[in-house]
């Protein structure tokens, strides 16, 4: 979750040296015990927490720790097999003491529900936030790959203002999913997204899912009940396209909601390893000291899982090691879209230069001049220079065959006169034959 992400950022920036605390480590340890068993979305399980957290702290189990950073990193590291987004933080700026400054929660962006102690409401106009704004609101990358396969990098879910709407959030949202409106297939890639706000992952989610379809999570807490559907829904769903979500360890929080949500509703194909099973919204809470903890305030339960993925982590429907999930999702959105049009040439290309296995073999005898041309050997690849141009790679698919690598649609075949030796170099394209060049060396 974003709130937890920013939290860990700011510690590692903090100087390499003692700070003096302002309370001792029993102090500590017990105001957060006392934050969680007020604050914990399940009363009864918070109350279990904050017991064992108190007894082990009356037994001196953090008393050693004076460095504040260390018992922080050891109260983390206590707390989080219980519930994954716990996390304790220390920051020598803050308040010195348990009474200095606002004692309530302050929520990552979006994040329901309300807490108790913050008492705001679930949705309300935001200030413009400069770091949201230079990471575009999440969007890392947005391009076509061979096919006309739609890819977006998310690393975050940003909150959307659905009151406000010139929201950037939402207009960044609108961006991404305009350019591959045309695309046959669309990749989200999750794989480094740690999370955010529920209400672009309930946006980003209708846009692929019927208007009002009963496929949201809902966050149960001790107020209540809120939903992630947002309150404004994509105006044009893609209710066909093929979408797949890459997820890793590193997928966390909000960045599982949207897979979550999408499988469960069999409306997406997720790639890769399992996500990090952190599914339970909440925020910092100040506890004096400068330290400060992440309490879960709301615990969602999908409707047509009935669960959710703290813990376990959400699964994923093709398992395939993280650096391979690209690669994987890609050829089957090819082999999606040649399946539902055989004829389509692009996709087959893509798919042909992706799975092929052809060893290089002998390639010296390619390697020459072929008019403007200039052909060498570079590894297992062909490197082809004209003049001033950068170098074209080429890979053997079968044969004199040859695809130019990064770009499928773009392929070379050589010739041979009959004592075997290579004489022409041809170039072909999707649309037909292009120019010839005859070997001149």
């Known amino acids: 979750m974003r709130a937890l992400l920013f939290a860990t950022a700011l510690m590692a920036a903090f100087p390499a040296f003692a700070q003096t605390p302002t309370q001792t480590p029993r102090e500590t ?39 504040p950073r260390d018992l922080a990193a050891t109260l983390s590291r206590r707390l989080r097999p219980l519930d ?12 010195a003491g348990p009474g200095a400054g606002p ?36 969007f890392r990358k947005v391009e076509i790959l061979p096919g006309n396969v739609g890819y977006i990098d998310l690393r975050q879910f940003s909150n959307i203002d659905f009151e406000n709407p010139a929201d950037p959030a939402r207009r960044a949202a609108d961006a991404a999913l305009s350019f591959v409106a045309d695309a046959d297939a669309v990749i989200f890639d999750l794989r480094d997204n740690g999370g955010g706000a529920p209400s672009m992952v309930g946006y980003l989610t209708s846009a692929f899912t019927p208007a009002n379809a009963p496929i949201y999570n809902i966050f149960h807490s001790r107020e209540g009940t809120e939903s992630e559907a947002p309150t404004v829904f994509y105006p044009t769903p893609r ?40 599914a339970n919204p909440g925020g910092m809470v100040p506890v004096g000291g400068g330290f400060a903890v992440f309490i879960s305030q709301g615990s969602p339960k999908n409707p ?23 690669a994987r999702a890609h050829t089957l959105a090819l082999e999606a879209i040649l399946a539902g049009d055989s004829g389509r040439t692009d996709a087959a290309w893509a798919l042909q230069a992706m799975n092929s296995t052809t060893a290089a073999g002998d390639l010296a005898p390619y390697a020459g001049a072929y008019g403007e041309q200039v052909v060498s050997v570079a590894g297992d690849r062909l490197n082809v220079v004209r003049g001033r141009r950068p170098p074209v ?36 394209g999707l649309g037909g034959p292009g120019p010839r060049a005859r070997r001149s060396d």
């Open 239 to 278: 209710l066909e396209v093929p979408v797949y979500v890459l997820i890793s360890g590193r997928t966390g929080s909000a960045g599982e909601a949207f897979p979550y949500t999408l499988q469960g509703a069999r409306r997406a194909t997720i790639v890769g390893e399992a996500s990090g099973g952190a």
């Open 29 to 67: 340890a017990n105001a957060v015990a006392g934050r969680i068993r007020d604050l914990y979305f399940d009363p009864a399980a918070g109350d279990r927490i904050a017991d064992g957290l108190e007894a082990e702290s009356a037994a001196g189990a953090f008393d050693a720790l004076t460095d």
């Open 393 to 428: 790679l080429l890979a053997r698919l079968d044969g004199d065959l040859f695809t130019v690598v990064g770009d499928p649609g773009r392929r070379v075949r050589f010739s041979r006169d009959q004592a075997g030796r290579v004489v022409t170099m041809d170039q072909v």
């Open 103 to 138: 004692q309530r929660v302050v929520r990552a962006p979006g994040s329901p529900p309300p807490s108790v102690a913050a008492g705001e409401p679930v949705r309300r106009a935001r200030p413009a936030n400069p770091m949201e704004a230079r990471g575009h609101y999440g």
């Open 84 to 95: 994954a987004h716990f996390n304790v933080a220390f920051d020598p700026n803050a308040p």
């Open 304 to 326: 047509n899982t009935g669960g959710n993925w703290e813990g376990t982590g959400v699964l994923p429907d093709v398992a395939v090691p993280w650096d391979q999930a690209l």
